[in-house]
Structure formats: structure tokens, C-alpha cells
């Protein structure tokens, strides 16, 4: 990671559906692997006081794409910025996903916990099984189609796919490693799923401050004592995190 903050110019930030927005950045010295994350700061001053921390969706040369979902005001301002706009980013921050995983995969994401997954996804060289669960609107599956092996698609709603929960069209018993990234509950379910049958790695979510470990506030409980999601995570193996009721 090249320490401090740096400038880089918007390509694009458009919303792909309700409060989902897809932005492309360029600039000097792109870098990440799948499962990093920046942190993000589009605009000036103290208001909002937090810079948001944003997952890694794919990169492209010199250019990033990131996904994130308007949960507030950082978020809302990052939202109506337009091509050309510039925005202060730092990182690639966190560990990743293993890209030497072998055999049969399957990623499982909830929502905006898709974003990961995407880049994940493209740059593990073998057959991969992917499913997305959403709400209501459903958004990235055309570009999952053109790398996955099997897409499987569950709507709460049931106006795409299956109606329900992506967890009631997983068998874990079908593969040598998981993968996940998504809400809580669903992460929560899926790690139960795959006790004492296969591996599962999951990627955290959690507020975080500087991003690089320094104020513990991001720290989650794990096996092995407290850890902090942006430094020794955001990925952590699904055994060793302690899930809360």
C-alpha cells in the first residue's frame, strides 16, 4: 500500500438500481488484489468526519471499479459526484481472498456483498460455481454469466430466480471451497452449512476510522482473540469468527 491519501478522477458513477451505484476511477499506480478494499473520501471538511471503506469490484489497467450502496451521508455525497469529479482514496487496505484455491468453488454473496465477489471471481483459474441473493432488484449477473460455471439467483421477492434466501439453493457438500460476502445473517448461515464439510472463507463489513489498524475500531471477536477487519481481515476463515445472535 503506498501510504496517504491521493487524488484520482472519476470515469463514470452510475446507479445501477435502487441507492446501488457503480463507480469507475483512473489513476496512477492501480493496484489490489481480490478482497482488498480502499477507503474513500469524496468530499471536503470534517462532514461526515469518517472517509467510507469501499471493496475492490475489478480493476482494469489503471482504472478501479467500485460498488457501494447509499447507507447514509458519505455515502449520499459520493453518490452525486460526475465524471471528472475528483475523489481522495487510500489503499489497496486489508488481506484477500486465496487465488490458488482448487477444485470445486462456490461464492455465495447477499446483496451489496456482491462486490467483492466479482473480482474474486475473475481472477481464480478454475470453474466456479456463484450465488447472488438480493432483495428485489437484482444487478452484475450479466457479468457474472460470462465467467461463472452455474449462476444461481434467489429474489426475497421472487421476481428474479428463486423466491427466498440464496442459503436454501446452497449444498456445501458439492465443494471444496466457499467463499462469501454479504449480510451477517446470511454469512452466519452459511458458515453453519459448511461446519465440518468444507472450508468457508468470508469477507467482513464493519465501520471503520483509519482503515490501517491503528484505532481498533473495527475490531471484531474472534477464536483467537479480537481482530480488526481492515487490518487482519477483512477475509478471515468462517471457523475462527464468533457470530452473535
Partial sequence: MKEGYRKVTICSNREIATDIYEMKVKGSGILGDPGQFYMLKGWLGLDPFLPRPISICDISDDKITFLYEIRGKGTGIMANLKALDKIEILGPLGNGFNLNSKGNIAIISGGIGIAPMIYTMK??????DFYCGFRDEV?????IKKHANNIYITTEDGSVGHKGFITELFVPEKY?????????PMMKKVVQMCKDKVPVFISMESRMA???GACLGCSIETTWGMKRVCKDGPVFSGEEVIFYD
Fill in 123 to 128: 481472477s481464480i483459474d478454475t470453474p466456479i
Fill in 210 to 212: 483509519c482503515g490501517i
Fill in 139 to 143: 444487478y452484475y449477473i450479466d457479468e
Fill in 176 to 184: 471444496d471451497i466457499v467463499m462469501t460476502c454479504g449480510p451477517i
